[in-house]
T-cell receptor
Framework: IAGITQAPTSQILAAGRRMTLRCTQD?????MYWYRQDLGLGLRLIHY???????GKGEVPDGYSVSRANTDDFPLTLASAVPSQTSVYFC?????????????FGPGTRLTVL | GQNIDQPTEMTATEGAIVQINCTYQ??????LFWYQQHAGEAPTFLSY????GLEEKGRFSSFLSRSKGYSYLLLKELQMKDSASYLC??????????FGAGTTVTVRA
C-alpha cells in the first residue's frame, strides 16, 4: 500500500504560469486536504474535501483551486503562480473529518516560483 | 483565528527527557494531535488526546488539560533519531486542524 503520493517532488516555475500539483491516495479515505508549510508559520490549510464531489476553503485559499472528481485524487491548481506561493505543499487524507480521525500526509512538493 | 503556541527550539542530551509544551486558544475543541517531522520529510502522527490526562505510547507520552488550553509531549530516553520538529495541532469546532509552528528538538551525543 503506497498511502499518499504527490507529484512532482519539486518544481521551479516562472511567475504567471499555471501549475497543477497532484495528490493520490489508495486508502479509500473520504477526506483530503492541501496544506502549505512555510518557515516559522507552520502548516496552513489551503483547501479541503470531506467527500468526493465536495470541496471547501481553508485558511489561505486565494490563488488556488481544487477539484475532487473521485475518492482517490485531489489536485491543487495554481492558475497564475506568484513568488509568494513559493512553499512546500503537503497533501493529507483522513478516513473522515470526525473528532478522532487522524490525518496522514504525503511526501510533499517543494515549489519555487521565480 | 486560532492561536497555537509552542517553543521554537529545544536541545537535550541523548538518554535524557524533554518536554515540549503547547498552549492553544481555538474556536471549539475536538482533540489535540502531535506530529513528528524530520527535515525534508512529511509529518507523521504521534499521538491524539481528546480527554484530560496522560496518554502513553512507548517512549512518548502526551498530556492534555482542556480547562487550561495546554498540552505537552514528553520524550523519554532520547535517541539521536528523535532530532526532528514536533508539531502541535488542534482540531477546532469546525473539525479543521490548526497547527503550531513546530518545535525543533536537537539531540546531542
Amino acid at each position: 500500500i503506497a498511502g499518499i503520493t504527490q507529484a512532482p517532488t519539486s518544481q521551479i516555475l516562472a511567475a504567471g504560469r499555471r501549475m497543477t500539483l497532484r495528490c493520490t491516495q489508495d486508502m479509500r479515505h473520504n477526506a483530503m486536504y492541501w496544506y502549505r508549510q512555510d518557515l516559522g508559520l507552520g502548516l496552513r490549510l489551503i483547501h479541503y474535501s470531506n467527500t468526493a464531489g465536495t470541496t471547501g476553503k481553508g485558511e489561505v485559499p486565494d490563488g488556488y483551486s481544487v477539484s475532487r472528481a473521485n475518492t482517490d485524487d485531489f489536485p491543487l491548481t495554481l492558475a497564475s503562480a506568484v513568488p509568494s506561493q513559493t512553499s512546500v505543499y503537503f497533501c493529507a487524507s483522513s478516513e473522515g473529518e470526525g473528532q478522532g480521525d487522524t490525518q496522514y500526509f504525503g511526501p510533499g512538493t517543494r515549489l519555487t516560483v521565480l | 483565528g486560532q492561536n497555537i503556541d509552542q517553543p521554537t527550539e529545544m536541545t537535550a542530551t541523548e538518554g535524557a527527557i524533554v518536554q515540549i509544551n503547547c498552549t492553544y486558544q481555538t474556536s471549539g475543541f475536538n482533540g489535540l494531535f502531535w506530529y513528528q517531522q524530520h527535515a525534508g520529510e512529511a509529518p507523521t502522527f504521534l499521538s491524539y488526546n481528546v480527554l484530560d490526562g496522560l496518554e502513553e505510547k512507548g517512549r512518548f507520552s502526551s498530556f492534555l488539560s482542556r480547562s487550561k488550553g495546554y498540552s505537552y509531549l514528553l520524550l523519554k530516553e532520547l535517541q539521536m533519531k528523535d532530532s526532528a520538529s514536533y508539531l502541535c495541532a488542534v482540531r477546532d469546532g469546525d473539525y479543521k486542524l490548526s497547527f503550531g509552528a513546530g518545535t525543533t528538538v536537537t539531540v546531542r551525543a
